[in-house]
């Protein structure tokens, strides 16, 4: 079996049973939501969001949905001995990993198609002014997420206390990520659109997701052999 | 390095205790005066706290690719020291910021990365600690990300912010001043090297008395 048709079965199964339960898109979502619901108290004065808020609540949000989205998704494998299944299985192991990303980013796409128009919405926020940049920094600024937290959500399955160790070692990781999505979103969403300060933090994240996905497909058999 | 650790500890242990009196002998600082001082300090645990950092990098990549336990030994003492000096920089840094800048922390590149490096291998302890039987493995898998990281970290703080002063400020030191702060590098860079050969033995003993406990139960 090659590379890509691996990739493609992986994908298929982990969309074929979120199809059926729908579990951890509903949970995500929602959390998601209530994310950023609480965001709004601590943002909104007198009525009105402080300036830059939007993109720091749209960022947070998406972080930390997409790291309780890792953690179910690798409980799930994990609850049912899958995940051991699957590294038996005479195939690729980094195909195994390319397939649970890419299972990652679709998820996390859904929940950004509700979540970014709703904080756009609830935030007076421009953020489809510039609608093609926007898209490219949420893709870049997903992968590098889901890059890093894909391999360690799968490395933490063996691990004790995984629940709290995922965001422990995930967010310091990702701050680059972090701060290229904050202030390239913020970098649209200002009165004078700064279109080069955006593309410098998109460029960024293209080269964070170079190199993180590299290094992860590198490290991926190591780190899943027991 | 055993036969020399004793020599070497008098040595180090020397170093410190002169160490006070050239920081008193060196000129002040024109504009900061007295506070200036810290510095002898702090920028010698910020260059031994990356040293580390890198000695852990390395060390687990070197575990992760090739197996060797004595490299995952060297990475967890490195990982320890890491967060210890990091703990000194993170503490002088806000003591002189208060009086230099009126702030106890400014989110500036330098700091802002450091505290971040900080994080990593803190996390990386937390892993090993509670990770359950294999985490060394998994830890090292993080060590080697978190080196990783580094430099973008560095650059994405740095777009974000710039206030620190810049480490060019080294080589431009009046001569009066040099003397003592290298003087302090070496001290804490020898110190390091101390501790973590003690620390990496302690480590590798540990796993001998494991080794032997296991046959005599078998």
Redesign the interface.
């Known amino acids: 079996m090659n590379f890509v048709q691996t990739v493609w079965l992986v994908v298929r199964k982990d969309v074929l049973v979120e199809a059926r339960s729908r579990e951890i898109v509903y949970t995500t979502l929602f959390f998601a939501v209530a994310c950023v619901l609480v965001f709004a108290f601590g943002f909104v004065n007198e009525g009105r969001p402080v300036t830059d808020a939007a993109p720091g609540i749209l960022w947070i949000a998406i972080a930390f949905s997409g790291t309780l989205a890792l953690g179910r998704a690798f409980e799930r494998e994990r609850q049912n001995e899958t995940l051991r299944a699957l590294m038996i299985a005479p195939v690729d192991r980094p195909a195994l990993y390319v397939g649970k990303l890419a299972g990652i980013l679709l998820l996390l796409t859904v929940v950004e198609v509700i979540v970014v128009p709703l904080v756009a919405l609830l935030f007076h926020a421009p953020l489809f002014s510039r609608p093609a940049l926007l898209a490219a920094l949420l893709a870049a600024g997903t992968t590098g997420f889901a890059a890093?937290g894909t391999?360690?959500a799968a490395?933490?399955v063996?691990?004790?206390?995984r629940d709290v160790?995922l965001p422990?070692?995930l967010?310091?990781?990702t701050?680059?990520v972090i701060?290229?999505g904050v202030?390239g979103t913020a970098a649209l969403l200002q009165a004078d659109v700064d279109v080069p300060m955006a593309r410098?933090?998109l460029s960024?994240l293209v080269?964070?997701d170079v190199?993180?996905v590299t290094?992860a497909l590198w490290?991926f058999e190591?780190?899943m052999t027991? | 390095m055993r036969r020399l650790f004793l020599p070497l500890t008098i040595v180090a242990a020397g170093m410190f205790m002169c160490a006070p009196f050239l920081i008193d002998g060196a000129p002040y600082e024109s504009t900061m005066g007295l506070v200036q001082k810290i510095f002898y300090f702090h920028v010698p645990s910020a260059m031994t706290m990356f040293v580390s950092a890198i000695v852990c990098g390395v060390a687990s990549a070197v575990y992760?690719?090739k197996g060797r336990p004595a490299a995952d030994r060297l990475a967890a003492a490195a990982a320890e020291l890491t967060s210890v000096f990091g703990i000194i920089v993170l503490v002088t840094g806000p003591l002189w910021a208060r009086k230099a800048w009126g702030v106890w922390w400014v989110w500036d590149e330098r700091i802002t990365s450091t505290f971040?490096l900080w994080?990593?291998f803190n996390?990386y302890l937390?892993?090993r600690k509670?990770?359950?039987p294999?985490?060394e493995?998994?830890a090292a898998?993080?060590a080697?990300?978190?080196m990783?990281?580094v430099p973008?970290?560095y650059?994405?703080?740095n777009?974000?912010r710039t206030l620190h002063p810049k480490t060019t400020v080294v080589p431009t030191l009046q001569p009066g001043m040099r003397g003592p702060f290298w003087f302090c590098v070496t001290a804490f860079l020898l110190f390091y090297v101390l501790a973590l050969s003690a620390r990496a033995h302690l480590e590798a003993r540990r796993a001998e008395l494991e080794t032997l406990y296991l046959d005599i139960e078998e």
Do not use: Q
């Not at chain 1, 063996?158 to 206390?161: F, G």
């Open positions: 890093v391999l360690f490395m933490l063996r691990a004790r206390s160790l422990v070692l967010y310091p990781i701050i680059p701060i290229a202030r410098a933090w960024m080269l964070f190199v993180f290094l490290t190591p780190l027991e | 992760l690719f971040v994080l990593i996390a937390l892993l509670y990770g359950g294999g985490s493995r998994l898998g993080l080697v990300f978190g990783a990281n973008f970290v650059w994405s703080v777009v974000w």
